[in-house]
């Protein structure tokens, strides 16, 4: 109706002007409408579509997300950044996010209390992986995510999210290794080439020249993998192979450690503050990954140094330590109340342009090929440390649900006990059989 009363209104005014013209006497020929009428019809038509539009315009989705990540990331307001960067890239969801801190080391142990009320994406150390699938805490990745990872991820990062079944559930961010930190006001870059030289650097009475860190197990595998003993095989899978810690090279490696631990010259790090004795130069070398670089960087400054694990000589003979490696990733919870959203935040955080703002902001070196490549990557001390201590100081670090329920729980009792002294070279050889017999697979 709107229409048809417009087009007779200009009709009507067409017979005005018609008629005074002829009352004039004038042979004018009338102004020709058409066109002043077509071009009102398409301005309502446009109109009309858009008020169309706007009724029919999606509204926001209201979603809750809850995000489970570490301290490092949150107090240095990653998170918070890169959340709300989400949100704007995605105006269809109205998002309210719970960010928690709960480290990645104990994130699996967080979630396996009640996986409903776990974080809808959360950051855990990939050698959670199997235990995590088997209890189905976590949701097989696909589509874009799974595509992320198998194509701007090395093969051997690639693994560490790949579980039994072969099939991938997490995406890498970071990965997940420690290296040598020292002070080289205290000690050179020869010196810490080999743990006898670390020892054997005069120092003053109140600084000691190493800290050792068994960190639950953790970096004590190293001197037992750095010697060439494993546990279950080759290739971590091989359980009739049980641990061969309790040979006599895992005897001389067991006593060099309660040789090293009960020196002087050595800080134990659950009882020291390893900040304090940097910044006050008051510790030689000590291992620590790169989250924790920023810290020891402002104690030392330009005196901070930086390099792969040394060697040690237990029997006569010098092996490269190996630390474990493995990538810190993201996961999602398969009962999360908005998969869709968990998946897609999980895949924004692990991608190129996430993963070098985290690394610019908290240290951690990216997994992602390209964002390795940037500059500030490149250039960086801690990005070449872990490159070189991937390719000649480290050991993939066995995932199976095998290994991580009897390893952790058994492994830290053996410095524990070594500082206590309930652990020393008389019983040595009885306390490594117990050991061994803790991660027999029957």
């Known amino acids: ?28 020929t009338p102004a020709d409408t058409s066109n002043q009428t077509q071009n009102e019809t398409k301005d309502e038509k446009k109109e009309e579509t858009k008020e169309t539009e706007t009724s029919d315009e999606v509204k926001a989705e209201p979603v809750t997300l809850k995000v489970w990540a570490p301290e490092n990331q949150i107090q240095t307001g990653t998170m918070d950044s890169m959340a709300k960067s989400f949100q704007e890239l995605h105006p269809e969801w109205d998002i309210t996010f719970t960010i928690e801190a709960i480290g990645e080391d104990v994130a699996k142990d967080e979630i396996l209390k009640d996986v409903s009320a776990a974080g809808d994406v959360f950051f855990f150390a990939n ?46 961010f970071t990965h997940n290794t420690f290296f040598m930190y020292y002070d080289k006001t205290i000690l050179s870059e020869e010196d810490v080439k080999t743990m006898e030289g670390i020892m054997a650097k005069p120092t003053a009475d ?36 049980g641990c061969n810690w309790n040979n006599p090279t895992g005897i001389a490696v067991t006593n060099y450690i309660i040789d090293l631990i009960n020196n002087p010259k050595t ?16 510790i030689g070398a000590w291992w620590d990954g790169s989250w924790n670089y920023q810290l020891y960087k402002d104690a030392l400054g330009d005196d901070l140094g930086l390099a792969v ?17 493995g990538s810190k990733a993201i996961g999602v919870n398969p009962q999360a109340a908005f998969p869709q959203v968990a998946v897609e935040f999980a895949t924004y955080l692990g991608g190129e342009e996430m993963q070098l703002k985290r690394f610019i902001e908290t240290a951690q070196v990216p997994t992602n090929l390209k964002a390795a490549e940037a500059p500030e990557v490149k250039a960086d001390p801690v990005a070449t440390v872990i490159v070189n201590e991937a390719s000649i100081a480290s050991v993939m670090q066995p995932i199976s649900a095998e290994f991580g329920s009897r390893y952790w729980s058994n492994v830290g009792a053996i410095a524990t006990e070594i500082r206590s002294g309930d652990f020393n070279k008389n019983n040595a050889q009885e306390k490594m059989d117990a050991f061994v017999a803790t991660l027999v697979v029957e």
């Open 127 to 172: 050698d959670q992986l199997n235990e995590l699938v088997n209890a189905g805490a976590i949701a097989k990745l696909g589509g874009k995510a799974e595509e992320l990872v198998k194509t701007t991820m090395a093969d051997t990062v690639i693994d560490t999210v790949t579980a039994a079944d072969g099939s991938i559930y997490a995406i890498p």
């Open 267 to 282: 800080a134990y790090a659950d009882d020291v503050s390893l900040s304090e004795l940097a910044a006050d130069h008051r």
């Open 206 to 241: 109140n600084v000691y020249n190493f800290c050792f860190d068994s960190a639950g197990g953790w970096k004590l595998g190293a001197w037992y993998y750095g010697a060439g003993l494993t546990i279950y095989g080759e290739n971590a899978l091989d359980f009739a192979a």
């Open 309 to 325: 694990l040394p060697t040690f000589n237990p029997d006569g003979n010098d092996y490269q330590l190996k630390g474990f490696y």
């Open 1 to 28: 109706m709107k229409k048809i009363t417009k087009l007779m209104a200009l009709l009507m005014v067409s017979v005005m002007v018609i008629g005074s013209f002829a009352a004039c006497g004038k042979k004018e």
